[in-house]
């Protein structure tokens, strides 16, 4: 039982100190510009795992023409959640031509996942309802970054 006490402290002085990094949010990543139509959209750019995780998780607003769009090596059915995520988001799955596949809305702090129709490569999470006020829906088509003109 003696090495019990250490182990437990270590354990409590390390996972506090993860903790407290792990909720700062991810402002400062590579960012590409990205229109849909007339609109345009000033994404951050998250491709490792760990971006990915982080995604915009404790962040407690975000400027309506910024997004963050997520990159993945290879097309699959991507889900996402919104643990940790303060803001409500739209979550529009896009296939490597830059089409929108379907657009999910996303109540924040939620572990309900919100799944892709078909496989994509590309997510990109923007404010609730900005697709929708800019008459955005499944088949429209995204241009500049990783999409063609």
Known sequence: MKYFAPILLAAL??????VGAQDVPQTQLQRTRLTAGIHQIDAQ???TSQEHATG???????PSQEGMLFVF???????????NTLIPLTAAFIDDEGTIVNLEDMKPLSLESHCSAKPVRYVLEMNKGWFAKK?????????????KP
């Open 13 to 18: 002085l390390f996972g506090h100190a993860t």
């Open 135 to 147: 008459g955005l829906k499944a088949g429209s088509r995204l241009a500049g970054g990783p999409f």
């Open 73 to 83: 090596d290879n097309p699959s059915r991507l889900c996402f959640w919104m643990k």
């Open 56 to 62: 915009l998780m404790h962040r407690k607003d975000m």
């Open 45 to 47: 750019v998250a491709v």
